[in-house]
């Protein structure tokens, strides 16, 4: 299958980027000039700047919008605002997870959904089968470009380009319709990183002008553009699960970790039946750390002794913190933070210490 390609191709060419693979996209894995550590860093430091346009945008409006978005998600969407965002999984009627994403509330009747591109489809799928009602859900993953601009620098740099009084103020907040050279964008605070930064939603005959953009000016506050391997450690780094590893049909939100986006106190939604069953899950997820030196990776045994106890969901080098860290699904005997295991890495026996998922903290 041919992969398809982002707005920015030909800019992602001219900058060296390295074309991967991935979720049926062309994508920068990093740049030339930059290694994966260098980008990574820079997030943390300054600021980054990723294309995060294979991401996919679902449309839902109707009187019955809000009716449909309670019952079809785990989470309670009735005391949003309007310019708000907000976190929530879809199950599948076992209770396995579909997908993760943040929901948008642009007015009392129409809201938009932020998804995996890998899940895009599925996701279009179900909730066109399973929607209510006065509900109309779009796929506009086609018209919608998206821009990450991630760092403790983002603010500065995108105060050189829009009315500081067009910025989200707040974590999980948007703006529409921010005029930014000639292009229109929304911005929102938001970002899988960890980091403070902002996500910029544009059509995508505009995205070149805003990329451009925000690489010219934000030179000086040392931005520089960011490919797919940054993405993966920052993310790791700040707990963050990833559809495909921490995240499948096969993994309830209480095992993930993600009690916080589900409210068994509505009604009802798809799901809830299976879930209450499952609120005391055998196996957690936890974060692991490398005693001494190696790495992990995904779908490694860990150990206690000569018993195994889970799999690791992902595995990488720490930038910032100069070891190797990992995530895991644990037996909930061996989940307990501080619990010395074993991971077998191709047959090589790593010591690792069960820690806390979340590996860095903005700003700590």
């Not at 989470?75 to 965002?85: A, C, L, P, Y």
């Not at 509505?266 to 209450?276: N, V, W, Y």
């Amino acid at each position: 299958m041919k992969e398809k390609t982002t707005a920015l191709y030909e800019e992602h060419l001219a900058l060296g980027g390295k074309m991967v693979p991935f979720a049926e996209y062309l994508l920068p894995i990093n740049y030339q000039g930059t290694t994966l550590v260098q980008e990574h860093l820079a997030v943390r430091e300054q600021a980054g700047l990723f294309d995060v346009s294979h991401m996919g945008t679902l449309d839902i409006s109707g009187e019955d919008a809000l009716d449909n978005l309670n019952y079809l998600l785990t989470n309670d969407f009735s005391n949003m605002t309007i310019g708000q965002v907000r976190y929530s999984l879809m199950l599948n009627n076992q209770g396995g997870i579909l997908d993760d994403f943040v929901v948008f509330k642009w007015s009392e009747t129409h809201y938009q959904i932020i998804v995996n591109a890998a899940n895009r489809l599925k996701d279009y799928k179900w909730l066109k089968e399973n929607a209510f009602g006065n509900c109309k859900v779009k796929d506009l993953s086609e018209g919608t470009a998206i821009l990450a601009l991630q760092g403790p620098n983002s603010t500065a740099i995108l105060e050189k380009l829009v009315e500081k009084k067009m910025l989200p103020t707040g974590y999980y907040r948007f703006i529409a319709d921010v005029p930014l050279e000639e292009a229109t964008v929304t911005i929102s605070q938001t970002g899988y990183t960890g980091e403070m930064g902002y996500e910029l939603y544009c059509e995508p005959e505009e995205v070149v002008t805003v990329w451009r953009a925000l690489l010219e000016q934000g030179k000086d506050l040392g931005l520089v553009p960011c490919g797919l391997g940054a993405r993966d450690t920052l993310r790791l780094e700040a707990g963050m699960p990833l559809y495909g590893h921490e995240l499948s049909e096969e993994i309830t939100p209480f095992e993930a970790g993600l009690k916080f986006a589900v409210k068994m106190t509505k009604p009802d939604f798809i799901g809830k039946g299976a879930l209450e069953s499952k609120l005391d899950p055998h196996r957690l997820r936890r974060g692991l750390k490398v005693l001494g030196k190696g790495l992990i990776r995904e779908d490694m045994a860990v150990h206690a002794a000569d018993m195994e106890v889970g799999y690791t969901t992902s595995g990488t080098f720490s930038p910032s913190l100069g070891y190797g860290i990992g995530m895991a699904l644990l037996n909930r005997d061996y989940a307990k933070i501080g619990t010395e295991l074993i991971v077998n890495v191709r047959g090589r026996h790593l010591p690792v210490e069960v820690v806390s998922a979340t590996f860095y903290k903005q700003g700590k």
